[in-house]
């Protein structure tokens, strides 16, 4: 007896899974889940986003281009495509048995917006980033350049690292942080050795930030090109 209830459960299950996957494939079910599948793909390209940023609209997906026997598809998404904007993709259609029905191709138009910091004015070689000369706009992420700054705190106290015009994207290229010694800066060297330490005058010949090593050049009457570590605001420290 309880082996006949237990074949008759196993029947039961089987059933009904056959029915689930039986059940043929529907324009709005394939609709949302091809949506769900380019809405993931763009999560996952872009850290920045959000699903309330994105929208997905299907072009051309009909009903009449999914075949009747149809109980499974596939989406074919190359691995370098970020699907952002209009792309065209296959989908291969399967019976219930995975045979191959028919392949059509859909029209997507992916759309993404994300915050950019845009110049409200021309901004010059050297100046520092304000909350005065840029701002914050709410934009489509297609077409825009790959190294953008989405978060205004990255932006302000920084450094113009070429004129900037108005209107522009900023973008990482374009910042840098405030150097502590400029090229050409008049600074003090550190020169430390074996039972010596010297304090010299001499000149930067490149820009840094403390922690960088930077060439200088002593402004002895022998003058000498040295490289040393930045150590503070117009202070290099050389090791001989």
Do not use: C, W
């Not at 598809?73 to 029905?101: C, R």
């Amino acid at each position: 007896m309880n082996i006949k209830k237990v074949a008759l459960t196993y029947l039961l299950i089987a059933l009904s899974t056959s029915f689930i996957y039986a059940k043929q494939l529907n324009k709005p079910t394939l609709e949302k889940e091809i949506a769900q599948t380019i809405i993931k793909k763009l999560l996952k390209n872009y850290d920045v986003l959000s699903k309330s940023d994105i929208k997905i609209d299907i072009e051309n997906l009909k009903s009449k281009y999914i075949p009747e026997r149809a109980t499974s598809y596939k989406l074919i998404i190359a691995s370098n495509s970020n699907v952002l904007g209009p792309t065209i993709l296959p989908i291969k259609f399967y019976d219930l048995e995975n045979k191959f029905l028919s392949r059509i191709h859909i029209k997507i138009d992916a759309k993404a917006f994300t915050n950019f910091i845009r110049a409200k004015e021309t901004i010059s070689k050297k100046d520092i980033i304000t909350s005065q000369n840029v701002k914050i706009s709410y934009e489509t992420l297609y077409s825009k350049p790959y190294n953008y700054i989405p978060n205004l705190k990255t932006v302000i106290g920084k450094e113009a690292t070429r004129m900037i015009p108005v209107k522009s994207i900023i973008t990482k290229s374009m910042i840098r942080d405030v150097p502590n010694i400029y090229r050409d800066d008049k600074i003090t060297i550190i020169i430390v050795g074996t039972n010596i330490k010297l304090k010299v005058k001499g000149i930067a010949l490149q820009a840094g930030l403390i922690g960088d090593s930077i060439k200088v050049k002593t402004l002895q009457s022998k003058q000498k090109i040295l490289i040393g570590e930045i150590i503070a605001n117009k202070i290099v420290k050389v090791d001989i």
